[in-house]
């Protein structure tokens, strides 16, 4: 099974996402959180840093991270264990650094979250944004 790590950064009440693009194999045209596949002999915390400086260029302070959630997604004959993080602290200025990956960045509030690629991990996000956690 592949393990996959994805990243919310979070700032003022808002959280940056990515626009999947729309020939994606998984998850096309949808806007998501940034993240990507663990490589062998990485902790969660060493890929999502890893991830978020290759798409954003940011390099994050791991020890504002929380973990929320952890979930089965994709297709059944392709299953993938993914796991969400809540990243309340970094360097630098996000950026799409990673146009093949994703068409476009944004911030959203809790009021105008797109519908999601993950409904638990949304909810986990929310709840986390909500407790004033983020």
């Given amino acids: 099974m592949h393990k996959v790590v994805v ?3 979070v700032r003022e009440g808002r959280v940056l996402l990515v626009h999947r693009r729309p020939n994606k194999r998984a998850y096309p045209d949808v ?7 663990m ?12 991830e978020l400086q290759e798409e954003f260029g940011v390099q994050i302070a791991t020890d504002s ?11 059944a ?11 309340r ?10 146009p093949e990956e994703h068409d476009d960045i944004a911030w959203f509030g ?4 797109p519908p999601p690629a993950h409904e638990l991990v949304r909810t986990a996000l929310v ?3 909500r407790s004033h956690r983020a």
């Fill in 7 to 9: 990243g919310a950064l």
């Fill in 31 to 37: 806007w998501d959180l940034p993240g990507g596949l």
């Fill in 39 to 50: 490589e062998a002999g990485e902790s969660e915390l060493g890929a999502l840093t890893r």
């Fill in 65 to 75: 991270a929380s973990h929320l959630c952890r979930v089965t997604a994709g297709p």
């Fill in 77 to 87: 004959e392709e299953p993938a264990l993914l796991s969400a993080w809540l990243v």
């Fill in 89 to 98: 602290d970094w360097q630098g200025t996000p950026a799409n650094v990673a």
């Fill in 110 to 113: 809790l009021e105008e979250l």
């Fill in 127 to 129: 709840d986390a944004m």
